[in-house]
């Protein structure tokens, strides 16, 4: 009799074993299910190809001949729902050897004006809103004035912080304009 009892609850154990051990199918959470229903808009797709494009060329950002800045500036591009404007911010930080004196101030001023007038030149060289268009199309709805439009309500700011995350320096023009616009040295 226990050589029968043996092998059946062996073949019980496995059984057991067999049929605890497949593999859990996890549903999403609803957090998940949320992100995976909303869709990105062609806003969201421009604001993220801006961005990488920025990210792509960011060494241009930073070089100069003087050596100014530390290797990686800090990018961000977003809409500002509130002022229905797209805000490209582009954050420097001196090196070590940058003092806060008049030349170093005076070539980091340069160097900002400089920033400004490639993100103008960069963003601008093919039609501004391809960075909010379809790949290999233009819909037929999109409105004609969109790209003058878009580059209206896009506003460059350049800011430059010491090694301590003083504010040295901030700029800010429109990228279709002309005119730059300083804050106060060391005003935040």
């Known amino acids: 009799m226990k050589h029968v009892i043996r092998p059946c ?11 605890t051990m497949q593999p859990a199918i996890a549903e999403p959470t609803p ?5 995976m ?4 808009s062609m806003m969201d797709w421009g604001l993220k190809n801006i961005e990488d494009h920025l990210y792509r060329h960011r060494t241009l950002l930073v070089q100069s001949e003087k050596s100014l800045f530390e290797p990686e500036p800090t990018i961000a591009v977003l809409y500002d729902w509130e002022k229905n404007q797209i805000r490209i911010s ?5 090196c070590k050897q940058v003092q806060k004196l008049s030349q170093g101030l005076s070539d980091i001023r340069s160097h900002v004006e400089w920033v400004i007038k490639y993100l103008r030149g960069s963003l601008t060289m093919e039609p501004y809103d391809a960075f909010f268009r379809h790949r290999g ?7 004609r004035s969109i790209e003058p439009e878009l580059a209206g309500l896009t506003e460059l700011t350049v800011s430059v912080r010491d090694r301590e995350s003083n504010i040295l320096s901030r700029c800010t023009g429109q990228l279709a304009g002309g ?7 060391g005003e935040p």
């Not at 609850?9 to 049929?19: A, E, K, M, R």
């Not at 957090?31 to 992100?35: D, E, G, P, T």
Request: glycine share 6%; no cysteine; net charge positive.
């Open 90 to 94: 582009i954050g420097l930080r001196t």
């Open 37 to 40: 229903r909303e869709p990105v």
């Open 9 to 19: 609850i062996g073949l019980l154990v496995v059984f057991w074993w067999i049929v």
């Open 31 to 35: 957090s998940i299910q949320y992100l």
């Open 137 to 143: 199309f233009r819909n037929k709805e999109s409105p």
């Open 179 to 185: 005119d730059i616009v300083w804050l106060t040295i």
